[in-house]
């Protein structure tokens, strides 16, 4: 609904016309955040802080026996909390659509990504029977705890090769907002600037031909004074 305003300055009447907002006009996100969005960083993020949960309990539940690599690193503990940091830092860059938030995401995702790339690995090693404990007694109970430990590293292989992905995915889309950012900044050239020309100038009093006086006769007596002067 439309609103007018009227004012009368100077014996002028000004009327002010405001038109409202046409309805579904929502404030223009600047390009790199748009191109942010399209990755779903909520949903990203939220997979994220569940595969750090996941892998700090496995993990927590391999530290009975620590007889492999991924628990004797310690990255089932401080790679989880990366992966939560990593997570809630993406779910907040996605809600609030900060740029800030949004290098704050793009840097612990590449650290989240060397992590998972390494706890990988680890896994994949543990999985492959690199290191393991031997049966020596050849007993049942031995070759059980072999295969559900083998089972275990499978599984968080798994877990931290998806977690791999998703932070790979989260640091492309945010490094490309921010360089998208850099590339919408103003660039005024020297052909957009408006000079600013002077008017043309009037022609001075000193530009007319000078007035040619007429020769006067030498023979013509200057007139006489005026002494009196007659009403």
């Known amino acids: 609904m439309s609103s007018s305003v009227s004012t009368t300055v100077g014996g002028v009447v ?15 996100r600047p390009v790199g955040i748009q191109k942010f969005i399209k990755a779903q960083p909520t949903a990203l ?6 595969i750090g949960l996941m892998a700090l309990m496995f993990g927590i539940v391999m530290v009975v026996q620590p007889d492999t690599m991924g628990v004797y690193s310690g990255i089932f503990a401080w790679g989880a909390v990366i ?26 995702n590449i650290l989240a990504a060397g992590v998972s790339f390494v706890a990988t690995i680890l896994y994949f090693l543990d999985s492959a029977r690199i290191r393991w404990v031997t ?12 295969s559900r430990t083998k089972g275990f590293m499978g599984v968080l292989a798994v877990f931290h090769s998806l977690a791999l992905f998703v932070s790979i995915t989260v640091a492309a889309f945010a490094c490309r907002a921010t360089y998208s950012a ?5 660039v005024v050239t020297a052909d957009a600037l408006v000079t600013q020309q002077a008017p043309p100038s009037a022609p001075l009093l000193t530009d007319r031909p000078p007035h040619s006086e007429e020769p006067r006769d030498p023979t013509l007596a200057p007139p006489p004074a005026y002494t009196t002067v007659v009403n």
């Open 14 to 28: 000004v009327v002010t016309h405001v038109y409202p907002a046409p309805r579904g006009a929502a404030h223009k």
């Open 135 to 146: 049966c020596r007694d050849y007993s049942g109970t031995c070759f059980l705890y072999q």
């Open 45 to 50: 993020g939220t997979v994220q802080i569940m």
């Open 83 to 108: 992966y939560i940091i990593a997570g809630s830092l993406t779910v907040a860059a996605g809600k609030s659509l900060n740029r800030c938030m949004v290098n704050g995401a793009l840097a612990v």
């Open 182 to 186: 850099e590339e919408s900044s103003v």
